[in-house]
């Protein structure tokens, strides 16, 4: 608010004010007023309403200030009510009262959309840990069938499997930290775990799984770092290229932190693409010769990594290899207890 467009804004008024005193000074002159007089009922007028026209500028001028300042500040513009006071004048209560009653509505819909979303997310954890159990009788049902049946039917219940897992992480992901359970873990022991859940789709893929001796612990929640390289994983095997595909496993030992690097020979990502790949949905050129391909489990991944303080990151060259790696701090606190 400036004084510019505050003066544009009461020019009626001020108008007003010249004419009221143009008619006062054609009624002293005609009734021959002496013109000292004149003068100082003159400045007394000017004076008075030039007081009171700073006066009502300067106070609004601080209350509305204040409020667009803080709107500016605040991540959620509706609590601006909570950083103001109420003010004296008339108009500022009018003001403060329609922005309480907004925020008061805003407040109970964004409460309402919250309960409702935590129902929906309950009903979708419910649900996928209902359609496991039948995914599950199946698989076992099916065991006794012929080989090359069993092969096909296999794989797209693994698929179901990992698409539902996908789903349920995804509701879970952002209330993860209170799911957390950080503690020291065998870093070999998670990916041979990922390993044995991801065998067959290694098998039938003809996906060489090398994983060199990794004797190292880092500090985790195994539970989703298990989930968080399986996404890796099925990347790897989805966008393998041709004959003698290979994933490679290994860590890096540094003195502040442990870097663990999956590495495959698939077709790659696009030059374009590497900064978009932790997007939400993205999929970019591999997207289309991939029709499965959701865009989501690289972006899933990326937000776990955050919440657990690891870092990852990823490099690629088109059509010769991918390069996806986690990096997890050293925690000196507890080496020091040690």
Known sequence: MNLKDYLKDKLINILILLLSYFIVLMLLIAFKVKISLIFVITFIFLITNILLIMEDYYKKKKFYN??????????KAYLVLETINKPEFYEGKIVYQILYEINKSMCENVNLIEEQLLDFKDYIEMWIHEVKRPLASLSLTLSN????????????????????EQVLYYVRCENAASDFFIKEVD????????????????????????VEKINVKVYTDSKWLEFILNQIINNSIKYKKGKNSYIKIYA??????????????GIGIPKSDIKEVFKKTFTGENGRIVPSATGMGLYIAKNLCSKLGHKIEIESVYQEYTKVSITFAKNKFYDVLK
């Open 252 to 265: 890096l030992d540094n003195p502040d932190t442990i870097k663990l690097i999956i590495e495959d020979n």
């Open 187 to 210: 870093l070999g022991n998670i990916i041979k775990n990922v390993g044995i859940r991801n065998m067959d789709d290694l098998l039938n893929n003809k996906v060489d799984f090398k």
């Open 145 to 164: 069938k012929n080989k090359l049946l069993d092969i096909k039917t296999k794989a797209i219940l693994k698929n179901l499997e990992d698409y539902l």
């Open 66 to 75: 204040n409020i667009l300042n803080n709107i500016n500040k605040l991540d």
